[in-house]
T-cell receptor
Framework: DTGVSQDPRHKITKRGQNVTFRCDPISEHNRLYWYRQTLGQGPEFLTYFQNEAQLEKSRLLSDRFSAERPKGSFSTLEIQRTEQGDSAMYLC????????????FGQGTRLTVV | GNSVTQMEGPVTLSEEAFLTINCTYTATGYPSLFWYVQYPGEGLQLLLKATKADDKGSNKGFEATYRKETTSFHLEKGSVQVSDSAVYFCALSPLSGANSKLTFGKGITLSVRP
């Protein structure tokens, strides 16, 4: 068990470009979450998967954002037509069924839009 | 909706000083409460948790007690070390429902001087 893995760790992109991030959860965890953290703030929920089903999306997730989790394993988060306001740390977390929740976080992908 | 309020920071203490970081929450029902820590250059890590009223979570000398009557979950440590310098986040998660997403406070930066 190597924990939650995210790739890349850092991404610099020009405004208007598309970017895609990957998250590999802990293997036996069926729940997967994406959060966004901006400077000086706590992480904010973006979206949630249970296995391959995307069960909830935050209002923060505009139409330019899309997330997938094919086969209930790894997940990708794509941002189309990036804007400077998208610059943030994107965090992935996973957890197992049953409560109470104890989520394990990856180290995050830091996105800088220039 | 659910929300978490943390005291304003940053906090600077001398080694061996007593630490208290305040956290209050607003939630429906009976959430689980958490403290997460983010050390410099690392991902979020669970520090401790409590799942019901009057529960005390503890880890690495840190403690927090779930106070339903005051909707609080203050973090304390009797004697801080330089290695405790980090950002601390209070968070909550609903016990019920398929999505146990975390709602975080803004976080507070703790710096401990030798």
């Amino acid at each position: 068990d190597t924990g939650v893995s995210q790739d890349p760790r850092h991404k610099i992109t020009k405004r208007g470009q598309n970017v895609t991030f990957r998250c590999d959860p802990i293997s036996e965890h069926n729940r997967l979450y994406w959060y966004r953290q901006t400077l000086g703030q706590g992480p904010e929920f973006l979206t949630y998967f249970q296995n391959e089903a995307q069960l909830e999306k935050s209002r923060l997730l505009s139409d330019r954002f899309s997330a997938e989790r094919p086969k209930g394993s790894f997940s990708t988060l794509e941002i189309q037509r990036t804007e400077q306001g998208d610059s943030a740390m994107y965090l992935c977390a996973s957890s197992s069924d049953g409560g109470p929740v104890k989520a394990f976080f990856g180290q995050g992908t830091r996105l800088t839009v220039v | 909706g659910n929300s978490v309020t943390q005291m304003e920071g940053p906090v600077t203490l001398s080694e061996e000083a007593f630490l208290t970081i305040n956290c209050t929450y607003t939630a429906t029902g009976y959430p689980s409460l958490f403290w997460y820590v983010q050390y410099p250059g690392e991902g979020l890590q669970l520090l401790l948790k409590a799942t019901k009223a009057d529960d005390k979570g503890s880890n690495k000398g840190f403690e927090a007690t779930y106070r339903k009557e005051t909707t609080s979950f203050h973090l304390e440590k009797g004697s801080v070390q330089v290695s405790d310098s980090a950002v601390y986040f209070c968070a909550l998660s609903p016990l019920s429902g398929a999505n146990s997403k975390l709602t975080f406070g803004k976080g507070i930066t703790l710096s401990v001087r030798p």
